[in-house]
Structures are given as C-alpha cells and as structure tokens.
C-alpha cells in the first residue's frame, strides 16, 4: 500500500496525518523547517520524523505539502528536482490550484490539490473532524481519481472542482467560516456595550445562534430569514442605523442590502424600496 509523507507538520499536516492513521493507511512521517514540529507529528501519528525533504520524499509514494500557502510553490521547487517519478504531489490550500506545480509533467509525478472544508483550530485534536468533512480536489486525472477513491473509502464525499474556481470557492468557505466569526464577534460586542459581559453576551445569545443556523441547514436561507429586513420594517432598521457607530453602520448596511435581496425571494410582492434607500442613503 502506498506510504504518505508530510512536508509541514502544522494543524492541517497533522490532522489529516492522524486521520489516515487511524483509518489504516500508512504513513511515512514528516518532515518540518522546526524540527520539533516535525518529531511532535510524527509521534502523534505513529510515524517517522524526518531530517530533510529528500529523505522524506524518497520514502513516500504519495507526497502532501501542507505548508502555509506562501512556500507552497518554494516547498515544490525543491521537490520537483529530486527523483519523484510515479509519486503524487498534493498540496491542501483551499485558494491555490495545482498548477503551481509547474512542470511536474517532466517529472513523471501526478498532482492535485485537496482541501477539506473544516476549520482547524488544533494541531491534536481536529482530526476527529475529519471523518464527517467535505473534500474538494482538483488536478490531473490520475492524481484526482487515486486520491478521491483514498477518502471516498473512508467515507468521506469527495467533489472535482476546476481549478481556477478554487479562488471564489475559497472565498466562499472563508465567508461562510471566518467571516461569520466577525459578525458575531459584532453583535457580541454591541451587547458588551448594552452592559453584558462577553460570557453573558455568548450565553444570551447560545440558541439564538444555533437555533438560526439549523434553520438555515435545515430550510435554506429564504425559509430561515427573520427580522426587521424581511418584514420590511424601516423604523426598526433606521433606529439600527442611527445608535451605531460608522464602521458597524456600513457593515449592518453591506448586510441589509443583501437581506433584501434574499427577502424579495421570499415575499415577492412585497415593494422593499423604501428599506432599499434607507440602507443606500445612510452609507
């Protein structure tokens, strides 16, 4: 059975590590610019730490570079020069496509890029995540077909996309994880100067959020939107306005906006014109 090895051995290196691991596939080991990283992965994952690419390279058949996305292409500049016929090269950004694998075609070596849409906080324990995640792949033929029959055996969906779709799909995860975070970071400030404290604000607010996001997984967005956008309440949203600050005022107005658009789905014959100029003139 093919061998994986790691060059990074940073959350997303150890997380998938650990996951194969445990699923029964082998692993060659890692091998990291802080050589500690690199012995800490590989005695979590039960596998071999490695003083230099080379070696780590000459002992995997398949071959993830899961470095920070600024030294992908440095990291595979090193690679592509050592003996790698017949191996697959893998990176996991979710914004950069294979093709920064320039002239792996000289190589005899595959190539794809792999990302799974979870948000890893953990070096040791978002692994566990892992076997319910979603994977995107995209790459040669070869490369995408032997890595998507890998996790599609372990139980996980795995989803061909283009290339240069990989941008715009990474924006959209990142809308849909880390951008979220700031919204609620937002309300949760705005209730902090109501007199909540941050533990109180997250509390209070516990099932407001999660009630609002099974809502959203459950019946898609126009089903799930409440509130005073999609009643078409101006009063509501201009006493918003006026008691917040400007950076906050243009975000709440970015959003609103396109509340109305998800509203006018919902409530087609309803006019939000009104509501549409409030939130434009206030910019």
Partial sequence: MNRTGFIGAGRVGCSIGKYLSESGIPLAGYYDSTQKASHDAAAFTASN?????????????????????????????????????????CHCSGAMPSDVFEGIGDTGACCCSLHPMLPFHDRFSSYQQLHHAFFTIEGDDEAVQRLTDMFAGLGNTVCRIQGACKPKYHAAASILSNQVIAVLDTGYRLLEECGFSREAAIDATRELVRQNIENVLAHDCIQALTGPVERGDGATVKKHLDCLDAETRRMYQVLGSRLIQIAEKKHPGQDYATLRALLQTES
């Fill in 49 to 89: 730490c490695f003083a230099d690419i080379k070696e780590l390279t000459a002992a995997s058949d398949i071959l993830f570079l899961t470095t920070p996305d600024g030294i992908i292409e440095r990291t595979w500049e090193e690679v592509r020069l050592l003996p790698i016929s017949g191996k697959l090269v």
